[in-house]
């Protein structure tokens, strides 16, 4: 079955940083495309970053120059680096990819980030 697991969330000041895991299990990782997404309390589920199978990347502009997505095959993982953060950084983020054969969408359960004073 495939699995996506994201760690690494918690508590943190305005200004600080946090690097978020996503391992990924019961897919061809170095096939997917991988993605990062985020959804805060009453807000859309919004795509922050994506990294390609070639390390192609793209980032939401409320985010870049401060959020860097990277992979490591060999781990089956993706990674996010979230430096300054803001307060409006504040939400639930989640690891997603698309199936490469059924087209499916699959989901980690998400990891809360809070930046709070």
């Known amino acids: 079955q495939v699995r996506l697991v994201e760690s690494g969330g918690g508590l943190v000041q305005p200004g600080g940083s946090l690097r978020l895991s996503c391992a990924a299990s019961?897919?061809?990782?170095?096939?997917?495309?991988m993605n990062w997404y985020r959804q805060a309390p009453g807000k859309e589920r919004e795509l922050v970053a994506r990294?390609?199978?070639?390390?192609?990347?793209n980032y939401a502009d409320s985010v870049k120059g401060r959020f860097t997505i990277s992979r490591d095959n060999a781990k089956n993982t993706v990674y996010l680096q979230m430096n300054s953060l803001v307060p409006e950084d504040t939400a639930v983020y989640f690891c997603?990819?698309?199936?490469?054969?059924?087209?499916?969408?699959?989901w980690g359960q998400g990891t809360q980030v809070t930046v709070s004073s």
């Open positions: 019961g897919i061809s990782f170095r096939l997917n495309t």
């Open positions: 997603h990819t698309i199936g490469a054969f059924n087209s499916r969408d699959y």
């Open positions: 990294i390609t199978s070639g390390s192609s990347t």
